[in-house]
């Protein structure tokens, strides 16, 4: 299947379309990547150079799919990290585009601002996918952080973020996935509609976490839009990142230790999978 992705790039690292990219392509996708910045490593790491891609910029490279009528087979648009509010409108426009293309397409959302109690994105950014994005988007995948902001629910248990998830249902999404739920010594995700509930949980593995939400998207849509499965998607996404982040502990890397993990995504023993409602 054919994935249009808007995200970030980094030149040194693994994250936004360095990160999905080959985890999309290992599962069989062709992918149409649209970079919305170019930095030389994660800005998590301290100095860093590059700057974000305008979204004049963005716009023409969208207008040369449509002009070839590649909406048409697009089956799934992924955006991440957008770098100004302003891409932000360009993605959700495109969607609507895509969708109207190919009736089948779905716009998979990660709403990426913010992480560990902080925003780290543009000024518009978190409005916009208040806003703007999570009534017109089909499947949403924020952290904790981020559900906590789009729903207004502080999330501090697995039982908060089902009342986030539930809340954010109402407000759009047919899918909500909230990942980087912690319970003890476990991390994990929850996956939600509206017929149901389903939690998924690995261990914790402590290395560096730059990229992780990124490569858990990528996986999850790269996984639904094999098997239109919510549960199969979530234990592959779960089970999948859990091996990418113990590569990179057992390398010892700084950056996630994407390349060697990939032959294992067709391997990896899925985690337990349990069912909220």
């Given at each position: 299947?054919?994935?249009?992705s808007?995200?970030?790039?980094?030149?040194?690292?693994y994250?936004g379309n360095?990160a999905?990219?080959?985890i999309?392509q290992?599962?069989?996708?062709?992918?149409?990547p649209i970079d919305?910045?170019?930095?030389?490593?994660?800005?998590a790491?301290?100095?860093?150079r590059?700057?974000a891609?305008?979204?004049t910029d963005?716009a023409?490279?969208l207008?040369g799919?449509?002009?070839?009528?590649?909406f048409?087979?697009c089956?799934a648009?992924?955006?991440g990290?957008?770098?100004s509010a302003?891409?932000g409108?360009?993605?959700k426009?495109?969607?609507?585009?895509v969708?109207?293309?190919?009736?089948?397409a779905?716009?998979?959302?990660?709403?990426?601002?913010?992480d560990?109690?902080?925003?780290?994105?543009?000024s518009?950014?978190?409005e916009?996918?208040?806003?703007h994005?999570?009534s017109?988007?089909?499947?949403?995948?924020p952290?904790?952080?981020?559900?906590?902001?789009?729903?207004?629910i502080e999330i501090?248990?697995i039982?908060t973020?089902v009342k986030?998830?539930t809340?954010l249902?109402?407000?759009?999404p047919d899918?909500v996935?909230?990942?980087?739920?912690?319970?003890?010594?476990?991390i994990?995700?929850i996956a939600?509609t509206?017929q149901?509930i389903?939690r998924?949980?690995?261990p914790?593995?402590?290395?560096?976490a730059?990229?992780?939400?990124?490569?858990?998207?990528a996986?999850?849509?790269?996984?639904?839009?094999?098997s239109?499965?919510i549960?199969t998607?979530?234990?592959h996404?779960?089970?999948?990142?859990?091996?990418?982040?113990q590569?990179?502990?057992?390398?010892g890397a700084?950056?996630?230790?994407?390349i060697?993990a990939?032959?294992?995504l067709h391997?990896?023993s899925?985690?337990?999978l349990?069912?909220?409602r």
């Amino acid at each position: 299947m054919a994935i249009l992705s808007i995200q970030s790039r980094v030149v040194s690292g693994y994250v936004g379309n360095a990160a999905a990219v080959p985890i999309l392509q290992r599962l069989g996708h062709t992918v149409w990547p649209i970079d919305s910045v170019v930095f030389s490593n994660h800005p998590a790491q301290g100095s860093f150079r590059g700057r974000a891609t305008p979204s004049t910029d963005i716009a023409e490279l969208l207008e040369g799919l449509e002009d070839r009528g590649l909406f048409t087979h697009c089956d799934a648009l992924l955006s991440g990290y957008l770098g100004s509010a302003e891409t932000g409108q360009l993605v959700k426009d495109n969607a609507e585009r895509v969708r109207s293309g190919n009736g089948s397409a779905r716009w998979f959302c990660d709403p990426v601002m913010g992480d560990n109690g902080e925003f780290y994105v543009s000024s518009g950014i978190p409005e916009f996918f208040r806003d703007h994005a999570l009534s017109s988007a089909d499947v949403i995948l924020p952290n904790s952080f981020e559900a906590s902001f789009l729903s207004g629910i502080e999330i501090e248990s697995i039982d908060t973020a089902v009342k986030a998830a539930t809340v954010l249902i109402d407000k759009g999404p047919d899918i909500v996935v909230i990942t980087g739920i912690r319970a003890g010594a476990a991390i994990g995700a929850i996956a939600a509609t509206a017929q149901g509930i389903w939690r998924c949980n690995a261990p914790t593995v402590d290395v560096p976490a730059s990229g992780a939400g990124d490569i858990f998207s990528a996986l999850f849509v790269g996984q639904f839009l094999i098997s239109s499965e919510i549960t199969t998607a979530l234990r592959h996404a779960v089970s999948g990142a859990y091996a990418i982040l113990q590569a990179t502990a057992e390398a010892g890397a700084a950056d996630l230790n994407l390349i060697s993990a990939l032959p294992k995504l067709h391997q990896i023993s899925h985690f337990p999978l349990e069912t909220i409602r």
